[in-house]
């Protein structure tokens, strides 16, 4: 159990498997700029999710090979700040399997993202609140990215993977609180035949988001459910947000969901990457049962409070 404090964090703590931080109420972990010695430079991380003696090492893990059984639990109020430090991350993970993040707030992220999630198995991100993100026109960033390790879209770059383009499978992000950011839980670029299977996002607040709220890309079998989605008159760059952007999605169900006062609540469109990684355009398959859910949802379209 981490006790009551302030920890400022200048470079990367591994975590290897088998491992449960528990935080207590009140704790603060801050990511630090500077690590006093002009030789040793601070790092863009506070935690990834590989043992210390694999770190540096090179194609080690693949598939959901690495790390597995790691927890995050906070034991109250406990917050994981980025201090809007450019580029910068509170939790890599990669080839990971088993993993619980719950009870944890994050807040001010500048251009990174809150969780980088690659090549992970079992993945539950539940209770927790990730708040504001500096907005830069043209460079939308998520709090929870989902992405493949692949060498030609250049998302992930630490040097343990395998690069085997290997996708996210059975990932539970449920009763979270979204607020000002950029995209609440998304994919920026695809590999090609790679779908994140089974992601079920579920009973969350997304509120106040600059650009889609959600951006389905290359899923399969995702649910999105009973989840609010809104903006407030205070929130800039609203006019033309997304609630769900959905591009080579398969079996998608989408229900439940309350949009209010959001521009376009879903849309569905042909996509291909750009600047990196395979240009083999996706498409999104629904069925006609798919289709039949999409009437289950609520649009509001009233003026903001």
């Known amino acids: 159990m981490l006790k009551r404090g302030t920890y400022t964090i200048s470079n990367t703590l591994y975590i290897p498997s088998n491992s449960t931080i528990e ?20 790092s863009s991380t506070l935690f990834q999710l ?14 959901f090979n690495g790390e597995k ?23 890599i993970m990669g080839h990971n399997k088993n993993i ?16 980088e999630m690659d090549a992970s198995q079992k993945v539950q991100i539940k209770n927790s609140s990730f708040k504001k993100s ?40 449920e009763n979270n609180l979204f607020d000002h950011l950029d995209r609440a839980v998304g994919t920026h670029k695809y590999s090609k035949n790679q779908l994140h299977n089974k992601v079920i996002i579920r009973n ?14 290359n899923w399969s079998n995702t649910i999105i459910e009973n989840n609010l989605f809104s903006v407030t008159k205070d929130a800039e760059l609203t006019r033309n947000t997304r609630g769900i ?10 229900q439940k969901n309350s949009f209010n006062y959001i521009p376009r609540a879903m849309q569905f469109i042909v996509w291909k990457n750009s600047n990196g990684g395979t240009t083999v355009p996706i498409y999104n398959t629904l069925s006609n049962g798919n289709k ?6 609520e649009i509001h379209i009233s003026t903001p409070k």
Do not use: C
Request: avoid cysteine; hydrophobic fraction near 35%.
């Open 69 to 91: 059984n790691i927890s995050f639990i906070g034991k109250g109020t406990v917050t994981m700040d980025l201090k809007l430090l450019p580029r910068t991350f509170a939790i």
């Open 134 to 173: 500096l907005h830069v026109k043209g460079h939308d960033k998520e709090g929870i990215n989902l992405d493949t390790p692949d060498r030609q879209t250049g998302g992930w770059g630490q040097k343990w993977s395998k690069y085997d383009n290997q996708a996210n499978d059975q990932i539970t992000i």
């Open 204 to 217: 969350n607040t997304i509120k106040n988001m600059s650009s889609d709220s959600i951006r389905v890309m």
């Open 100 to 115: 619980l993040v719950d009870h944890i707030n994050f807040k001010n992220m500048n251009g990174g993202h809150f969780i």
């Open 245 to 254: 952007l959905l591009s080579g999605a398969s079996n998608p169900k989408i």
């Open 23 to 42: 935080f207590a109420d009140g704790v603060k972990i801050v990511k630090g700029s500077t690590t006093g010695n002009a030789s040793f430079m601070p």
């Open 50 to 63: 590989i043992r210390p003696s694999y770190a540096n090492k090179t194609d080690v893990y693949g598939k």
């Open 292 to 297: 039949k859910t999409l009437e289950n949802n």
